[in-house]
């Protein structure tokens, strides 16, 4: 070797050197001929490879069609309770509440934005932020209160952010706060309170609630008007990856869902913004009605 270099011989190096096995099988594939029956393993585990992932997606997708379609009648009986106020415009801000409530807040404000450009309105300011269910409660626990504390100090600090931001485009008016179901309340009273702390007036859009839970009680409590959807919930709560968010107690913000695929997730997006262009379609041509399929659209307003 030393002899080569001394009389400038070229060096002769492995034609395998420094590669991994990885690539020599990739350079040497094709060239070498595969034995028949390897060949016929491997295609083999590749097509039952493709048809698992076949079969994955598609039953992603008539899982996320049925959670997302199930949106479509509470919420046609949500804006029919709530027509007369969209059409004087009378929401700047729409807050959805995250994390499941996420889907049917896109839906809504996608209807809403389009009756307001009909009406020659300044569109809504669309956000999401997270509610605290169980954090209320969850106060007597080591270190909940104070958490408690810091979750609604930063919500009231949030939405004077967003108050700004809609004072500096348009006239502030009501808020219109969106949510999947309502249970005790616990998570969409603490966006109210943080609302309250700002001086900001809101009405509650529920695609459902929970059987025992007693809205005009909740009405009162909050001084807020609440229009729900339909008598029981959405399967949409019990899909979060369909949504594409998470939440954590002390957090104000959802953040991606670890098990959540982005193709299901774009999908379920694309069937919201279907849903919403066929309501569109029904208010323009006066077919927007109330579905009385599990009693209908209700409204409760503080006695």
């Not at 076949?54 to 009648?73: G, H, I």
């Not at 958490?147 to 949030?158: G, N, P, T």
């Not at 616990?186 to 025992?212: C, H, M, P």
């Amino acid at each position: 070797m030393i002899l080569d270099r001394f009389f400038g011989r070229k060096e002769r190096r492995s034609v395998f050197e420094g590669k991994t096995p990885e690539q020599i099988r990739e350079e040497w594939r094709g060239t070498v001929p595969e034995p028949e029956r390897i060949r016929l393993e491997r295609l083999a585990r590749e097509e039952e490879s493709r048809r698992a992932s076949e079969e994955t997606e598609r039953r992603e997708k008539v899982l996320t069609d049925f959670v997302v379609e199930d949106l479509r009648e509470p919420i046609e009986n949500i804006l029919v309770e709530l027509q007369p106020e969209i059409e004087a415009g009378s929401y700047s801000t729409i807050i959805g509440d995250d994390a499941s409530g996420r889907v049917p807040t896109i839906i809504l404000a996608h209807v809403i934005k389009s009756i307001y450009e009909l009406k020659g309105h300044q569109p809504p300011v669309v956000r999401f932020l997270a509610g605290s269910t169980g954090l209320i409660k969850g106060e007597s626990e080591i270190g909940g209160h104070d958490m408690a504390v810091q979750k609604a100090r930063d919500l009231a600090e949030q939405i004077h952010k967003i108050q700004e931001t809609v004072r500096k485009n348009s006239e502030q008016k009501k808020v219109l706060v969106v949510t999947d179901i309502i249970e005790t309340g616990e998570s969409v009273q603490t966006l109210l309170y943080a609302l309250k702390r700002n001086n900001w007036n809101a009405d509650v859009a529920t695609i459902g609630t929970a059987d025992e839970t007693n809205l005009q009680n909740l009405s009162d409590l909050w001084g807020t008007r609440i229009v729900r959807g339909r008598r029981r919930g959405a399967f949409i709560y019990q899909a979060k990856e369909v949504t594409g968010v998470q939440k954590d107690k002390g957090e104000i913000f959802a953040k991606p869902h670890p098990t959540a695929d982005p193709k299901q997730v774009r999908y379920g997006r694309e069937i919201a913004r279907g849903i919403a262009d066929d309501i569109i379609k029904k208010y323009k041509t006066k077919a927007l009605a109330p579905n009385f399929i599990d009693g209908g659209g209700d409204t409760y307003v503080p006695h």
